[in-house]
């Protein structure tokens, strides 16, 4: 059994919005027999498919398995970049090794690799991230800007804008973003976002910006260690998550504002970043490599550095370290 024509098949299926197709009907137009038909829906049925046969009519397809297969987040996808190629596969180390294998390989501006279960999921400064099997979104998306490597990070922060609304777009939450990259909901973290960069003297060759999205997991799906600071939508909102919806608005508003920094810079994206923040305004903790600073975090600079000011009134720029509320 051919699985891409079985794809083929259904995809043809689900842009005939809800009305049957008689058997015949997708012979003719895949050159195959009906037998062959009867066939693709079998396997259809086997991969959690379900398909109604309607006498005389044909086949219509009922509902959809909750995997992100390439087919289920294409059809309604409402970008021209991202995800207009998808790879995905059913477990893996980690998306990101996956991207950037693909990006030296030349994958085009807007690949996206999509997985059920990471083995070796990673988080910022080496940590582990915890990846429950079909119970989150975890991807990475390959990005080709044509911007100096310095206006990298701020990619960061517009990708955590984007997932915000696109959170916000599915389901009734109001999520905050604690700086740079961490989304949390009632002060434990639903989401994290570890951009990696590939470039050369030429510049950017490429962004692999990976996304964990932590859905539809209960407490105990999540390792012993990180229960207390972790949470999922579902957690939070008491229902089951569409993962498929989600995916699609998390590449819609990526590619929305990543295009609006590309165009018009950090502006407009800054005061929305702001706007999402539970980090601006409030006394910090910034733990660093070699040191600790205590003081109010006052805003980011137009190139996404927090700017914090001590107790002595001196204002520190913030590149990278992790942030804890000290109120
Ligand atoms: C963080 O908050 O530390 C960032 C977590 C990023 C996790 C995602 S899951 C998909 C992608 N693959 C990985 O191995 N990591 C990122």
């Not at 990471?118 to 080496?126: E, F």
């Not at 994206?269 to 205590?294: C, D, F």
């Not at 137009?302 to 204002?315: E, F, I, S, W």
């Amino acid at each position: 059994m051919n699985i891409t024509v079985t794809y083929k098949i259904a995809k043809r299926m689900l842009e005939s919005t809800g009305e049957a197709l008689s058997g015949q009907q997708l012979a003719d137009e895949f050159g195959i027999s009906r037998t062959a038909i009867w066939k693709h829906m079998k396997e259809l049925e086997e991969k959690g498919y379900e398909i109604e046969s309607v006498k005389k009519k044909g086949y219509r397809i009922v509902s959809i398995p909750d995997t992100l297969e390439p087919i289920t987040i294409q059809i309604g996808l409402k970008t021209k970049r991202i995800g207009q190629r998808i790879e995905y596969v059913e477990s893996c180390t980690s998306t990101q090794i996956i991207a950037h294998q693909l990006a030296q390989e030349n994958a085009p501006d807007g690949t996206v690799v999509l997985t059920e279960t990471q083995t070796a999921g990673r988080g910022r400064m080496a940590r582990k991230w915890d990846s429950a099997a079909h119970k989150g979104v975890w991807m990475s998306i390959i990005l080709r800007p044509n911007v100096p490597p310095q206006k990298a990070p701020q990619f960061t922060l517009v990708t955590a804008v984007a997932i915000v609304r696109a959170i916000e777009e599915v389901t009734a939450l109001q999520p905050k973003i604690k700086w740079p990259n961490d989304i949390l909901l009632n002060g434990k973290k639903c989401t994290g976002i570890l951009t990696e960069l590939q470039s050369d003297a030429d510049g950017i060759q490429a962004l692999i910006v990976g996304i964990g999205l932590n859905v539809n997991q209960d407490k105990e799906d999540f390792d012993l260690e990180v229960q207390g600071i972790a949470t999922s939508l579902k957690m939070i909102s008491g229902q089951t998550v569409n993962r498929q919806e989600l995916v699609r608005a998390v590449l819609f508003y990526t590619e929305l504002y990543t295009q609006m920094y590309i165009d018009e810079g950090f502006g407009m994206l800054k005061i929305l970043w702001e706007s999402y923040s539970t980090t601006i305004g409030q006394p910090v903790r910034a733990r660093m490599t070699n040191h600790t600073l205590e003081g109010i975090a006052e805003g980011i600079s137009d190139d996404g550095v927090l700017q914090l000011r001590t107790l002595d009134g001196k204002l520190h720029g913030i590149y990278s370290a992790d942030i804890e509320m000290t109120n």
